[in-house]
Nanobody, 127 residues
Framework: VQLVESGGGFVQAGYSLRLSCVVS????????MGWFRQAPGKERDFVAS????????YYTDSVQGRFTVSRDNAKNTVYLQMNSLKPEDTADYYC?????????????????????WGQGTQVTVSS
């Protein structure tokens, strides 16, 4: 199983980035997906998640209205569109894949709910 994130970079506040996570080695359409981020010295925090069929999406409050999670099951890819970036969005961003049957109830908020993880992509937002 491989999850490969890309699209990170260095941008100024107010700009946008789109992260991608390409998944292989599993039946992607069966998995709900999540994006988490981890700043240096901090825990891995939930950012957004999407159910296996894309019908439900969830966001942490700090990114609601700025970030959009989506998926393309034909391309085995999940995206995170990040607009109006702020310096506090600076972190390593990770995608995770979850086979949890309870995902709609739990919303995929906890890292423990995920079965597979990517290696991360770095996002730096300057002020």
């Amino acid at each position: 199983v491989q999850l490969v994130e890309s699209g990170g970079g260095f941008v100024q506040a107010g700009y946008s980035l789109r992260l991608s996570c390409v998944v292989s080695g599993l039946t992607f359409s069966r998995y709900s997906m999540g994006w988490f981020r981890q700043a240096p010295g901090k825990e891995r925090d939930f950012v957004a998640s999407i159910t296996w069929n894309g019908a439900n999406t969830y966001y942490t409050d700090s990114v609601q209205g700025r970030f959009t999670v989506s998926r393309d099951n034909a391309k085995n890819t999940v995206y995170l569109q990040m607009n109006s970036l702020k310096p506090e969005d600076t972190a390593d961003y990770y995608c995770g894949a979850s086979l949890s049957s309870n995902f709609r109830a739990t919303r995929g908020l906890r890292p423990q709910e995920y079965d597979h993880w990517g290696q991360g992509t770095q996002v730096t937002v300057s002020s």
